[in-house]
């Protein structure tokens, strides 16, 4: 069964990292859970937008699950992001979670045909039925599948007690209340690094985010900061976060954070193309963004 305490923590949405060939590197891979859990990360989050989840095949997509679960050595719970198009590649990957000891699978519902909201309801089910014990958690993206979850087309799945949370990468954090309200025991997942506080007060539970990967102190202390009443520092918190997002938003948040890997000592080379690789100028603002120390 989930254990859903253990999914309450500080969700890094991990980055994949690749070798010249474009190659996923699962020797850096392992590095970077590791030194990521000394950082103090409570979870992990694989193969969603910060891991390039569709740029990478089904069978990389399951390896790298498995190095993730064998690197963090039952540290951290893994959820695996097991969303694509297809439903029997999704269900393949849901078995295969289930398999390596993923603590819970989440799922972007399915694109580019404009499937309608009984198909994709019905996409989601099937994984539900065919692993009853696995928990499935939504992945709401709006602004990259052109689907918006919310109360007026996800209450079927809500209700469905197969579904233990939403990862709520949205800015309507109207939206998200009303879900969190009429749905209290789900767990809702922020997820943009830059609205977390604000995602926190209006009943998040907690969060997954690709800048975690290299700044999960920050996060940390923020949450820390708001479960203690403490809104002048957490909102301070808050502002060096936003100040490190806008700055790697500018260049490509996904490289940046490899690149800031690769100054950090473990080469995570490129995004997968089409991505195109950093400029000189941006490495050389993206390492002075790195040399500016945390104030915790």
Not at 44 to 72: D, M, P, Q
Not at 117 to 123: F, L, N, S
Not at 149 to 170: C, D, E, V, Y
Not at 200 to 209: S, W
């Amino acid at each position: 069964m989930v254990n859903r305490e253990k999914l309450r923590g500080i969700f890094s949405a991990l980055i994949t990292p690749t070798n010249p060939d474009e190659t996923v590197n699962y020797r850096a891979l392992g590095k970077i859970v590791r030194r990521q859990l000394d950082d103090g990360v409570e979870g992990f989050y694989c193969c969603g937008s910060s891991g390039e989840g569709l740029l990478l095949t089904i069978e990389e997509r399951k390896k790298i699950l498995e190095c993730v679960i064998e690197s963090a050595e039952g540290r951290a719970p893994v959820i695996a992001h097991i969303g694509t198009i297809r439903t029997s590649d999704v269900l393949s990957m849901a078995r295969h979670a289930k398999q390596a000891g993923a603590a819970a699978v989440s799922m972007i519902p399915p694109y580019y045909y404009q499937f309608t909201m009984d198909e994709i309801t019905r996409y989601y089910e099937r994984v539900i039925e065919a692993e009853p014990d696995l928990g499935v958690i939504i992945y709401n993206i709006p602004q990259f599948t052109g689907i918006e979850f919310g109360m007026n087309n996800a209450q079927r799945l809500l209700n469905n007690p197969g579904i233990i949370g939403i990862k709520h990468t949205s800015k309507n954090l109207y939206s998200m209340e009303r879900m969190r309200t009429a749905f209290p025991d789900k767990i809702i997942f922020n997820g943009f690094d830059e609205q977390l506080l604000g995602a926190l007060a209006m009943g998040a539970d907690t969060t997954i985010g690709t800048t975690v990967n290299l700044f999960a102190p920050l996060f940390l202390k923020l949450r820390d900061c708001f479960q203690q009443h403490k809104m002048f520092e957490a909102m301070r918190l808050q502002t060096q976060i936003n100040e490190r997002v806008e700055m790697m938003c500018q260049f490509g948040i996904f490289n940046a954070v490899k690149f800031i890997w690769t100054l950090r000592g473990i080469d995570c080379g490129v995004c997968r193309e089409p991505f195109q690789p950093l400029t000189d100028d941006a490495k050389q603002i993206l390492a002075a963004l790195w040399k500016h120390p945390m104030e915790l």
